[in-house]
């Protein structure tokens, strides 16, 4: 079955600290690629997204990824982060090849920014 | 900036009891979609709708659940006999295309007694 793999489940840095939330999935097939991060007490949003073209893919926020297709990896980053980024951050595939529309989510990274 | 809504943000019920859960999508949006997430899990779908008619469903949306269109705004979830471990977080999405950015409604926290 198709999967998506985050593999830190909690992340706790200082403000200024640099990050990367790791993300794989497992389907071979063409996709599109999302990251949504949901802050304490508000709905998911979108932060950034990969379709095609540079995999190297700037969001909101200061946030950006890449994609890495020979390592079914998409790997989100930021250099240096904020205590307002303190959030649950969700990788999230949809494949591209196949009338199948619904979005796979991995299980969240649940991200504490110390001030 | 248009967005999902979605009514109403907790509902308590005894199990057993129906609950209908309403979402109102973006306006120009075809594509309806409702996910769940019980506490400390992930977020998971449930069901598709396009054209109105069900696209896609997962193995948990199972006879207790329907979705419908009523109407040119809403797309409500009913779950018609609820049962405890159907407590959870039920996300609203829509989008434009079947491919594309999901917008995610703020969601509606179903409690289950």
């Known amino acids: 079955a198709q999967s998506v793999s985050q593999h830190n489940h909690h992340v706790i840095l200082s403000e200024a600290a640099s990050l990367e939330l790791g993300c794989n999935y497992s389907y071979g097939g063409t996709v599109n690629l999302f990251w949504y991060v949901q802050y304490p007490g508000q709905h998911l949003q979108l932060l950034l997204k990969?379709?095609?073209?540079?995999?190297l893919v700037k969001g909101i926020k200061g946030f950006e990824a890449e994609f890495i297709k020979s390592k079914f990896s998409f790997n989100l980053r930021k250099p240096s982060v904020q205590w307002s980024d303190t959030a649950e951050y969700f990788c999230?595939?949809?494949?591209?090849?196949?009338?199948?529309?619904?979005?796979?989510f991995g299980k969240g990274t649940r991200l504490h920014i110390l001030p | 900036e248009p967005e999902v809504t979605q009514t109403p943000s907790h509902q308590v019920t005894q199990m057993g009891q129906e609950v209908i859960l309403r979402c109102v999508p973006i306006s120009n949006h075809l594509y309806f979609y409702w996910y769940r997430q019980i506490l400390g899990q992930k977020v998971e779908f449930l069901v598709s709708f396009y054209n109105n008619e069900i696209s896609e469903k997962s193995e948990i949306f199972d006879d207790q659940f329907s979705v419908e269109r009523p109407d040119g705004s809403n797309f409500t979830l009913k779950i018609r006999s609820t049962k405890l471990e159907d407590s959870a977080m039920y996300f609203c999405a829509s989008s434009g295309n079947w491919r594309d950015e999901q917008f995610f409604g703020p969601g509606t926290r179903l409690t289950v007694l």
């Open positions: 999230a595939v949809i494949h591209k090849t196949r009338r199948d529309d619904k979005i796979i």
């Open positions: 990969y379709f095609s073209g540079d995999p």
